[in-house]
């Protein structure tokens, strides 16, 4: 599966304990905003590829693999 593999730092947690990290720190509004924009892409990059494998498996009609496998 590496294709999640990127993904790993939520399964650890270390996201939350980078975000535990960020928030104990001082920070201007810009840099809030970017720390938020980069959740909200890896959410909707998590949900975008969710949605593809489930449309290549419907398409398809096989089991369901790794995106890199094809």
């Given at each position: 599966?590496?294709?999640?593999?990127?993904?790993?730092?939520?399964?650890?947690k270390q996201?939350?304990?980078?975000?535990?990290?960020?928030?104990?720190?001082?920070?201007?509004?810009?840099?809030?905003?970017?720390?938020?924009?980069?959740?909200?892409?890896?959410?909707?990059?998590?949900?975008?590829?969710?949605?593809?494998?489930?449309?290549?498996?419907?398409?398809?009609?096989?089991?369901?693999?790794?995106?890199?496998?094809?």
């Amino acid at each position: 599966m590496q294709v999640y593999d990127k993904y790993n730092f939520l399964i650890t947690k270390q996201a939350e304990a980078d975000i535990e990290d960020f928030l104990n720190g001082e920070h201007t509004f810009k840099e809030y905003c970017r720390e938020v924009k980069k959740y909200k892409k890896l959410f909707e990059d998590i949900t975008y590829k969710s949605r593809k494998v489930q449309y290549i498996y419907k398409q398809k009609h096989v089991p369901l693999v790794p995106l890199s496998l094809w």
